[in-house]
Every structure is written in structure tokens, then in C-alpha cells.
């Protein structure tokens, strides 16, 4: 089979970026036979560069991770120009990994969309702070799920999200899944991991509570902050930090960076206590995590939750929302609140701070749940998706 891929996105530093680059790398040591056909508007990475992998550079002004941003578009020539390379090539079905770069295919071309999740539908208020994000955003997505032949998505929580508030039919939607790179195992050495902790900026001594994502108003990090000060009011976790690791911008999507600094300066017992480290590289960030009290997801909705799997592949609990996909991610190591209820979020870091025994369990079971996931695994549902699609 001759599968095409729209693999543009695979420079993006959010979560669809690293699915993209993981999960396709997978699908050629999966492959049986397949060839592959990689669409992208930036010189090839080393990794693409396989037998049996033909390379499309599309000739476009901007790349899309720099054109379709919260508040800018791609142009129609950049546009039609994906369009028109992928109407010269004998592909047999066209993947894209993330509805963020679809565009349009030649009419009859069997096609598979990735939708990760629906919270822009969800939460639309919290995605967008414009009209224009929202309604350039409810266009593409109303093409894209009329030309999709299936709908790929990443866990059994998306799924219902998106039947829900995409009223897609459940029976066009294949689950797939998510996994920690195998560079993400603990780090024992203590001066590596001190190394990074001060690149970020972080205190050594502290015992560290990492968040890694983006700073959006959907991922629920005012409550986060609000939890953390209502603990610390309980006592005994003086020396407790919270790291927020992410790019204060947004890298291209909504952040309210300003907003969460002004909450963090106007509280004195989060201030010195809260830590904005902006983008952290992967090497660092596997440091970061090993040497961490736990990881945090406090999101509304998430449709899988990839550093809650990273965390748990370096030994480290999660201290996740009980919405969205975390429970199904996660398992039975961590410990869940309802992200509407701070006192929730308040007993569940005291709780993990205090208490060494649920610690050192949640510890060994974060390992134990990490290695069910795997990108190879990943990859034969996903390449078993694109010939079921192919073969109707």
C-alpha cells in the first residue's frame, strides 16, 4: 500500500508534533511492504530518510507551524500547493497525523484524520481569544471530517468527547495510542540532575512538582496554583515547589502567562514557590522528572496526556485531573481530583508529599503502567486503521 502522509507538523514542539514524529518513525519499523509518502514544507529531518520513504518538499512561504497559530492562517497558495503535490503522487490513502495542518486531498483519495481530541469544541472560550481563531478553526474542521474516510484518535476519553461534541459516528473512529520515548528511563545520576535543574532555573534543595504543557487557560492551572496554596496552608510542605515547564508564549497557541504570573506574585505563598522555566529540552526535561516529587495534569480535558506517560517512564506518580483520558492513562498510579475543586487538588498534593509509603508505591507502579505503552504498538493500530480505511 502506498500511504501518504502529511507530516509538516512534525517540527512542532506540542504534543501532535512529538505524536507525529514518534508515531511515524514507528509505522516504518512496523511497515510489512508499505511505501510512504512524506509531505513537508522543510528540508527532511535524518529520521525520515528510509528506504522505501519518498520525500514531497511543498514549496510554501511560511511553514505551518509558523502560518496556523492561534491568531494567523495559512495562505489559499500554501494551501493548494499541499494540495497539489499530494494529486501528483500514486498514493493509495492520504494520513494526517493532526487536523492542525490538514488541507484539502483530490476528491475519492481515502483519507484518515487524527483528531487528539474535542476540547476546542469542548471549550472553545478557553481555545480561542478571538472569533477569528474560532471560526477559521470550525472551517477546517467541518472539510476535514467531510473528506475523512475514518477519524483516528488517541484514547477511549477522546473518543466519546468527540462523538459528543462532533457527533461523529463512534463506528468511523479507531483508537490508537500514545507512548514515552525510550529516552525517557530515570536518571541516577544526582549531578545531572542537578545540572538541569539549574538550566531551568530551579531551585536544588526543593522537592519539585513538575507541570510540562502549555500555559492555556483549558489546561486549569489557575485551580493548580489555588491547590497548591490551600496545601501549603496545611503545613509540612515547606520545602514543595511547582515547576511550570512550557513556553510562556505559547509557542503560536493561547497562553495566559500574564495572568498566572500576577496570581503567583500576589500570593505570597506561592511566590518563590512557583517557577516559570519556559522550553525545556528533552534531555533536560528527562532530568527534570526523574529527579521530581510527581508530575501534575490538572487540564478540564485531556485527550491523552503524553507527560503524564513520560513522568511515569522516569518512576515519577502523577497528580492528575480525574477528567478527560488521565484516568485511563494513568491507571493506578496516581493520585486524581476534580479539577473544579481546589480543596480536591489541595488533599491530593499533601497527600503525596507527606505520606513516603503512598509514595514509594505510586513509584514503582508509575514504572510498571508506563511499559504497557509502547509506539510499536501504537504503530500496528494505526497502519492496521490506514488498511482497513484503504480497503473499503
Excluded at 492562517?73 to 498514493?91: C, E, G, H, K, M
Excluded at 528511563?185 to 526543593?206: H, M, T
Excluded at 487540564?299 to 497528580?319: D, K, N, Q, T
Amino acid at each position: 500500500m502506498r500511504i501518504g502522509i502529511d507530516t509538516s507538523c512534525w517540527w512542532s514542539r506540542r504534543g501532535f508534533g512529538r505524536f507525529t514524529r514518534e508515531l511515524v518513525t514507528a509505522m516504518f519499523d512496523e511497515s510489512s511492504g508499505h511505501e510512504f509518502y512524506l509531505f513537508v514544507d522543510r528540508p527532511p529531518e535524518p529520521e525520515m530518510l528510509r528506504h522505501g520513504v519518498s520525500i514531497i518538499q511543498v514549496d510554501v512561504s511560511r511553514p505551518v507551524t509558523e502560518a496556523a497559530v492561534a491568531e494567523g492562517n495559512r495562505s489559499l497558495r500554501d494551501v493548494w500547493s499541499f494540495t497539489r503535490s499530494v494529486s501528483a503522487q500514486p498514493i493509495d490513502v492520504m494520513f494526517f497525523p493532526a487536523v492542525y495542518s490538514w488541507f484539502p486531498v483530490p476528491l475519492g483519495l481515502t483519507t484518515v484524520v487524527t483528531l487528539h481530541d474535542a476540547i476546542a469544541e469542548h471549550f472553545p472560550s478557553l481555545i480561542f481569544p478571538g472569533r477569528k481563531g474560532r471560526l477559521l478553526w470550525s472551517l477546517k474542521m467541518r472539510f476535514a471530517r467531510w473528506q475523512a474516510s475514518r477519524i483516528m484518535t488517541v484514547s477511549d476519553a477522546a473518543k466519546r468527547e468527540i462523538v459528543e461534541y462532533l457527533r461523529i459516528d463512534p463506528e468511523t473512529i479507531d483508537v490508537v495510542s500514545e507512548a514515552a520515548d525510550p529516552r525517557f528511563k530515570p536518571v541516577l545520576d544526582s549531578k545531572e540532575r542537578a545540572a538541569a535543574r539549574e538550566r531551568a532555573g530551579l531551585p536544588a534543595s526543593a522537592r519539585m512538582i513538575i507541570y510540562v504543557g502549555g500555559l492555556a487557560p483549558h489546561k486549569n492551572i489557575p485551580g493548580l496554583l489555588k491547590g497548591l496554596a490551600a496545601a501549603v496552608d496545611k503545613g509540612g510542605i515547606e520545602d514543595v515547589h511547582l515547576a511550570l515547564v512550557g513556553d510562556l508564549a505559547g509557542d503560536g497557541f493561547h497562553s495566559h502567562y500574564e495572568e498566572l504570573l500576577a496570581m503567583v506574585q500576589c500570593d505570597e505563598r506561592l511566590s518563590g514557590r512557583v517557577h516559570f522555566t519556559g522550553f525545556v529540552s528533552d534531555e533536560d526535561l528527562v532530568a527534570l522528572y526523574s529527579g521530581a516529587l510527581a508530575v501534575t495534569l490538572p487540564s478540564f480535558s485531556e485527550g491523552f496526556g503524553l507527560p503524564a506517560i513520560e513522568a511515569m517512564a522516569c518512576g515519577v506518580p502523577v497528580l492528575a485531573s480525574s477528567a478527560g483520558s488521565m484516568p485511563e492513562v494513568v491507571g493506578d498510579a496516581g493520585l486524581y481530583f476534580d479539577p473544579h475543586k481546589v480543596e480536591q487538588i489541595a488533599d491530593a498534593i499533601h497527600l503525596l508529599a507527606t505520606q513516603v509509603n503512598t509514595l514509594e508505591q505510586l513509584k514503582k507502579k508509575a514504572l510498571q503502567r508506563a511499559a504497557q505503552f509502547t509506539w510499536s504498538r501504537a504503530a500496528r493500530l494505526a497502519l492496521s486503521c490506514l488498511e482497513g480505511a484503504a480497503a473499503t
